[in-house]
């Protein structure tokens, strides 16, 4: 069963989607379309660091595909600049 929300992330570290058992894919879209966002490995890293999603870009994962430690993991985001509003879809 899919579930989605927004989640506002700024320029600081922001978890996005906790670790959680069971999920078997999940999609983020960076809606705002003026700032990037990137995915970073844990909060004491910076934008930088992390791997960007463009402004209305997204990026997706599933379990057939990158395994059940990448979509079951936490996934923490962080804002260029100022906040963007991104979308998720999981699914369970």
Known sequence: MPAT???????TATVV??????RKSLAILNRSGN???AIISHSGLGFSDGFRIG???SISFNFNQDGLE???SAFTLIS????????VIENF
Request: glycine share 10%; aromatic share 4%.
């Open 5 to 11: 929300f927004s989640k506002v992330v700024a320029a």
């Open 17 to 22: 989607l906790p670790s959680r058992k069971g």
């Open 35 to 37: 700032n990037n966002v």
């Open 55 to 57: 402004a209305g870009g």
């Open 70 to 72: 990448t979509t079951e």
């Open 80 to 87: 260029e600049s100022s906040n963007n509003t991104v979308d």
